[in-house]
């Protein structure tokens, strides 16, 4: 499962749209403030999370992770990981099975507990993106995948590896 820090990858802003030489796609409207992404990116990212190989992490909290039109709209996941790892969204709900979860094992909502309990209930194992962000923030096992230019690349090449 390719675990994706989405404020430290993927989307940028307008004065760097107008630089790439790529079609671009609005995802993110706060205010006059917007975000982009490349088109091949968006696509390879949605194909990722209609098979249930990602999960995006960010530390915004509900309702900022709701004004990323990228996750509500075009690729809903079944899993989201939001105010680092604080809350856990299960198909854009809070996931009550994980809130009762923390209550019987006495522990405290962290991003250390989440990938516990996501490891648990889905059997998943971790390849994180970009390596350079995670490095201080986890300590279950996981592969890296160093930041890269060309991220719709590294998203296909993520989907080519997993077996789904």
């Known amino acids: ?3 994706l820090d989405i404020d430290h990858s993927l989307l940028f802003d307008e004065a ?7 079609p ?3 995802v993110e409207r706060v205010g006059e403030e ?8 968006h696509l390879r990212l949605k194909r990722l999370v209609e098979k249930n190989g990602l999960i995006p992490f960010t530390s915004r909290k509900f309702e900022a992770f709701r004004q990323l039109e990228l996750f509500q709209i075009d690729a809903k996941p079944k899993w989201a990981i939001l105010e680092s790892g604080r809350i856990l969204l299960k198909d854009g709900k809070p996931d009550k099975r994980y809130e009762k ?3 019987q094992h006495d522990e405290e909502a962290s991003l250390e507990t989440v990938l516990r309990y996501l490891e648990e209930v889905e059997q998943l194992s971790w390849t994180v993106y970009p390596a350079e962000a995670w490095t201080e923030r986890i300590r279950r096992p996981h592969q890296t995948i160093r930041r890269e230019e060309d991220e719709a690349k590294m998203l296909d090449d993520v989907f080519k590896q997993m077996k789904f």
């Open 101 to 103: 979860w923390l209550r």
């Open 1 to 3: 499962m390719l675990l």
């Open 16 to 22: 760097t749209m107008k630089k790439i030489a790529v």
């Open 24 to 26: 671009t796609l609005l």
């Open 34 to 41: 917007k975000r982009f992404m490349t088109m091949r990116t």
